[in-house]
């Protein structure tokens, strides 16, 4: 069966100090994988995906980059980050199969506090 | 653009009573509709999608085109159904999923 894995489960950063969360996926090959924050109050707003290795889009301008470097593996990346980084991140990720089967697989997340 | 409104933050019903949950969205074109939730100290996880036209845990929702609408409904909500409730949307592609800003429900005794 698949699994996705997310680590660490709590971070807490200092300003302007770099971020890397990762993420990594078993049991399925070529998944769509994403990253959300979820931010009280404003749901969850998707920050990355990706459809393949290296093939990354991003939703909104940020401070804040990924990466996929394998097939099931996800990063999100800062150089330095900031007050506005805190937040509960969450990596997923989704079948290329057919409409009857679209679902996405959420990992426990990640607390993020910048402080 | 696509966006998925819940216009409630927090909807608490006493157990035993109806509850809607309200969800509407704006696609240009024909998206998927899904309803998530996520227990306390649980993953996010699906709940139904409309596609499927299933009911799970006592839950429905139709797809209204016209109003352009997804609402969750249950005739008697129990106290396990607390938990918070994302409304998600996707595309014909179906490579990115958006999500509403959720809406906690609270099933009191």
């Known amino acids: 069966s698949q699994t996705i894995h997310q680590w660490p489960a709590t971070l807490v950063q200092p300003v302007g100090s770099p971020l890397s969360l990762e993420c990594t996926v078993e049991?399925?090959?070529?998944?769509?994988l994403y990253w959300y924050r979820q931010a009280a109050g404003r749901g969850l707003q998707l920050l990355f995906y990706s459809i393949g290795i290296d093939q990354i889009s991003s939703e909104v301008p940020q401070n804040l980059s990924a990466s996929r470097p394998q097939d099931r593996q996800f990063i999100l990346s800062s150089k330095k980050l900031l007050l506005s980084d805190s937040g509960f991140y969450l990596c997923?990720?989704?079948?290329?199969?057919?409409?009857?089967?679209?679902?996405?697989?959420f990992g426990q997340g990640t607390r993020l506090t910048v402080v | 653009a696509q966006r998925v409104t819940q216009p409630e933050k927090l909807l608490s019903v006493f157990k035993g009573a109806p509850v809607e949950l309200k969800c509407n969205y704006s696609?240009?074109?024909?998206?998927?509709l899904f309803w998530y939730v996520q227990y306390s100290r649980q993953r996010l996880q699906l709940l139904l999608r409309h596609i499927s036209r299933e009911s799970i845990k006592g839950f429905t929702a139709d797809l209204n085109k016209g109003e352009t609408s997804f609402h969750l409904k249950k005739p008697f909500a129990q106290e396990e159904d607390s938990a918070m409730y994302y409304c998600?949307?996707?595309?014909?592609?179906?490579?990115?999923?958006?999500f509403g800003s959720g809406t906690k429900l609270n099933v009191k005794p």
């Open positions: 696609y240009s074109g024909s998206p998927e």
């Open positions: 997923a990720w989704s079948d290329k199969g057919s409409q009857q089967n679209t679902e996405a697989f």
């Open positions: 049991g399925t090959s070529n998944p769509n």
């Open positions: 998600a949307l996707s595309g014909l592609s179906f490579n990115k999923f958006y």
